[in-house]
């Protein structure tokens, strides 16, 4: 094998690197299986060489020889020299194959000794690449590996393409790589074999930018991140760099302050700003610090001869050359931020000077007029505060939080109201934001500083909202606030309200959660706080909602009296999330999702991110619930991205992304995801969702027909609901799914014990699509008992409730339950009709209900008389013949890892797994994992 020193690294040495490369790879591999190839482009720094490298390591392993070169801009003008890389070290072992006109023609190309030129040796020398490949490949297959293609030589391209248009079948694969910065990739593939994929490699999303900078260990708040993101546009190199730097400077940049722009980056866009006037560089600057620059907006700031400024920077590539509307945009946010990171700070004020007046918005207006000022202003911070209450009506909390700061910057020390004042209306609108790290760091500040009794509270508060529901980290706080609120009553509400939250979650505790809902309400009402008044009147109503209290429906009255609070309404906590929790228990359908959608739709016009996760969780509960596995499949992964953007609510957006994938999605996903739920909730010592995890991750277990497991799953739900104090069984749902597990595994006595207390609790609460679930279970129960008749009156009974009060899912379950007690083991009674199971499969359709839906197939495929595995040679020898990547997953599949587990050991994707999972079922001629197990098995027999 042929392999350059400086190519020896492997792909996986730098994995981190890898991220959100999932879609590029798997159409990589997959072209490279079939024995295809590949050119990989984008622009600079985007990632392509890491790509590459990763390739070429997996897929060198299965070739003879491997020949690379990678070259460089200082070095594209020499003839040959790629030439030169790739054959220089195969040239004896090929040579002596070669005809003498083609030998002495290539000899002389590649080590410099005689003059050969394309011009008076171009057939010998082009026959003489052709023919040195193809005897390289009659060894065995060639892997030709060429990074930054642009730097190619001239001459070496067009041997190459010479080559590469003429191999035919010879087992020759290419990978190569090349930048194309927006222009097209077709001159590269005059270097390539005429099937060769183009492969581009995308920026990155900013979650991706997150995992990039995190496994490099920088640890930056999530606002600083998005700013990276912007400044990089999805580019790793740009990213790291930025990531790097701002780790490097000691301290944080300050509200209104631009990101550091490392050296590297500057030297990057800035060479290009030497050609420009003084007077077009001062235009570009003013297009760098306003927010949505147009012409017209240039003109109002003084710049009178923006049209031709920018076009001169539109020519040097600093400017876009194809705008969107009417604003002028720069061509990379980067060159953006490298040329306002190099003006003067005079230089800043002055073009922010010009754009305070120029601006005709007032948010910008106040912000511009900040920057422009030096030192500390009550003017300016007045017009900032009020520039903030706008963005907050507007929806827009995190620009609120900005300028919140940069009015606490330039407010005077004894202004009113004051800077810790500002600071903590910012952290405030930060958690709206979603910013959680930001609002801690800005109340960590005010403690600090602060001896007010009401600041202080107020910033512990904030300290304890952000931890989430990982309460057992700010145990601590709550003395620490008792203490400062002493007995304002006022004070004592917002603690006492944060304390039923700790009741709830830590403690596990309803009783305890409600009794101290009631005292916060109580003592806000004393200290005339209506807003946390109604907050605790909502959270003591979804809590006795939740336990099956019979005061719940007082409580919600008692809330809903006027004066109300638009923000109480449409908060997560509020009163109209705890109507919602009350309607969807009840079975009130339509309403609950009228209800949630019209929430939804108020807080994303507000802004409220954490509101936004819930609500989203809450729909899709509502779809999952009426049978739109589908649709509730989509509201369920959009609340887990979000919920993983900002680090809200990943237990619970975790646990309900398990429901739905286990409805309508991935079964395997739907594991890991509850997996993951369960232990981030024992992490975080959060017992209310532990208990809903567990329960997901039964569910999901009995769909993937693990029994057993379901009802180890399903009995931890139990045990934990029974210490929280939950007697209502709408709350998890889990009590039917329990029972139908317990029967799987012939514990019939417990599964009656399971639906008989459980219809005592159904029964005093008016739960009737519960009812209906618990009936359809016990009848399982009798039909193992062997009470056929009754059984199948009890299921029919059972799918019309549930049709009519519209549970899709739960209906189409109770259909697959009749269709397999009708088509079991013949007893007294009719004939099995073959389309027994026609309905169940139509409803699960109608449904979307995939996995449940595979089963319905499963079901109605005949099980073919099993035969001896060591009886199909072919296939057992085909575990021989997998790529190497390919083995490593059939390797981990028979270890019994799940998709996402294998992911995790191999650092890919589960897409990938999945991509690699589907050719490896194709290359061996089985159907599912189970078959891969059973090869290996037949493989090895004990």
Same mark, same amino acid.
């Given at each position: ?36 190839? %590949? ?143 927006? &222009? ?22 900013? #979650? ?27 580019? #790793? ?90 604003? %002028? ?16 700070? &005079? ?30 202003? #009550? ?173 719940? #429906? ?58 936004? %996760? ?305 050719? %490896? ?22």
């Amino acid at each position: 094998m042929t392999v350059r020193r400086d190519f020896q690294e492997s792909g996986r040495c730098r994995s981190d690197l890898l991220i959100g490369r999932d879609e590029a790879l798997i159409a990589a591999r997959e072209q490279l299986s079939r024995g295809g190839s %590949v050119l990989l482009h984008g622009t600079a720094g985007i990632g392509k060489s890491t790509v590459l490298r990763t390739l070429a390591a997996e897929y060198g392993e299965s070739a003879r020889t491997v020949l690379r070169c990678s070259a460089t801009e200082s070095e594209s003008h020499l003839p040959f020299l790629a030439l030169a890389d790739l054959l220089g070290l195969a040239l004896d072992e090929v040579s002596a194959q070669l005809p003498v006109a083609q030998r002495v023609a290539l000899e002389a190309a590649l080590t410099g000794r005689g003059e050969s030129t394309l011009q008076r040796d171009g057939l010998a020398l082009r026959l003489a690449v052709l023919s040195a490949l193809r005897a390289l490949a009659a060894k065995g297959p060639v892997l030709v590996v060429a990074d930054d293609l642009q730097w190619l030589d001239t001459a070496s391209t067009e041997l190459l393409g010479f080559a590469a248009r003429r191999l035919g079948d010879d087992p020759i694969r290419m990978l190569f790589a090349g930048r194309t910065d927006g &222009q097209e990739y077709d001159r590269y593939l005059r270097a390539s074999t005429p099937d060769t994929l183009a492969v581009r490699v995308n920026p990155l999303t900013r #979650p991706q930018v997150e995992a990039l900078l995190e496994h490099r260990g920088y640890d930056l708040p999530r606002s600083t991140v998005r700013e990276i993101h912007r400044i990089s546009a999805g580019n #790793p190199l740009y990213a790291l760099e930025l990531g790097r730097a701002l780790a490097e400077n000691p301290a944080p940049p300050r509200p209104g302050e631009p990101l550091p722009v490392p050296t590297s980056l500057r030297a990057l866009v800035l060479s290009r700003l030497e050609m420009l006037s003084d007077d077009a560089r001062r235009t570009l600057l003013v297009v760098s610090a306003g927010a949505r620059p147009t012409l017209a907006l240039l003109h109002e700031a003084g710049r009178e001869n923006a049209e031709a400024e920018t076009a001169q920077a539109a020519a040097l590539g600093l400017l876009a050359t194809e705008p969107e509307g009417p604003a %002028v945009r720069f061509a990379h946010p980067l060159v953006s931020a490298a040329l306002y990171a190099e003006a003067s700070a &005079q230089e800043r004020r002055a073009a922010h000077a010009a754009l305070s007046t120029a601006a005709s918005d007032p948010i910008e207006r106040a912000r511009h007029l900040a920057l422009a000022t030096e030192g500390t202003d #009550p003017e300016v911070a007045v017009r900032l505060a009020e520039a903030a209450a706008l963005a907050r009506d507007r929806g827009a909390p995190s620009v609120a939080s900005s300028l919140g700061l940069l009015a606490a910057r330039y407010a005077p020390a004894d202004s009113v109201p004051n800077r810790d004042e500002h600071r903590l209306r910012a952290a405030e609108d930060a958690i709206t934001a979603g910013e959680l790290d930001l609002a801690r760091d800005v109340a960590r500040q005010v403690l600090a500083r602060s001896t007010v009794a009401a600041e202080r509270v107020r910033a512990w508060i904030i300290v304890i909202d952000t931890a989430g529901h990982a309460m057992t980290e700010v145990d601590a706080v709550f003395p620490q606030a008792l203490a400062d609120a002493g007995d304002d009553p006022q004070l004592l509400a917002l603690i006492h309200y944060q304390l039923a939250w700790r009741a709830l979650l830590v403690e596990g505790d309803f009783a305890e959660c409600r009794e101290e809902a009631a005292r916060a309400a109580e003592l806000a009402e004393r200290g005339g706080d209506r807003h946390t008044e109604l907050m605790a009147l909502s959270f003591q109503a979804q809590t006795e909602t939740l336990m099956g209290h019979p005061d719940a #429906p007082a409580t919600i009255k008692r809330a809903l009296k006027e004066p109300q609070d638009p923000k109480v309404t449409v908060h997560h906590n509020g009163i109209g999330s705890a109507r919602f929790r009350w309607l969807i228990m009840s079975d009130q359908l339509p309403e609950a999702r009228a209800t949630i959608t019209t929430l939804l739709r108020e807080v994303r016009r507000r802004g409220s991110v954490e509101s936004e %996760v819930h609500f989203l969780r809450c729909l899709a509960e509502t779809e999952l619930r009426c049978g739109h596995c589908g649709r509730a499949l989509d509201l369920a992964r959009e609340s887990l991205r979000l919920a993983r953007d900002t680090g809200i609510g990943e237990v619970a957006s975790g646990m309900l992304a398990a429901l739905a994938e286990a409805s309508g999605g991935d079964v395997d996903r739907a594991l890991a995801l509850a997996r993951e739920s369960v232990e981030h909730a024992e992490e975080n010592g959060d017992l209310m969702y532990l208990s809903r995890a567990q329960a997901a991750l039964g569910y999901a277990r009995l769909v993937a027909g693990d029994a057993p497991g379901a009802v180890q799953s399903l009995r931890r739900a139990r045990e934990l609901e029974h210490d929280l104090g939950v007697d209502d069984p709408a709350r998890g749902r889990w009590q039917g799914d329990l029972a139908e597990a317990l029967v799987r595994v012939g514990e019939l006595d417990e599964a009656q014990e399971v639906i008989d207390v459980s219809r005592a609790h159904a029964l005093r609460l008016g739960r009737e699509s519960v009812l209906a679930v618990l009936d359809r279970s016990e009848a399982l129960v009798r039909a193992a008992r062997g009470e056929r008749d009754a059984a199948l009156a009890q299921l029919t009974s059972a799918q019309d409730r549930l049709a009519k009060l519209g549970y899709g899912l739960e209906e189409a379950r109770a259909a697959l339950a009749l269709a397999e007690l009708r088509t079991g083991p013949p007893g007294p009674g009719p004939t099995p009709a073959p389309t027994s199971y026609d309905e169940a499969a139509r409803l699960f359709r109608r449904s979307r209900a995939l996995p449940w839906l595979r089963r319905v197939d499963a079901a109605t495929v005949p099980n073919p008389a099993p035969q001896p595995l060591v009886q199909q040679p072919q296939a057992v020898a085909a575990l021989d013949g997998l790529a190497a990547m390919e083995r490593q997953v059939a390797a981990l599949v028979m270890e019994g890892a799940t998709n996402r587990e294998i992911a995790g050991r191999l650092f890919i994707s589960v897409k990938t797994v999945e991509a690699t999972l589907t050719r %490896v079922y194709r290359k061996l001629g089985i159907r599912s994992r189970v078959d891969i197990v059973r090869l290996a098995a037949g493989r090895h027999p004990k």
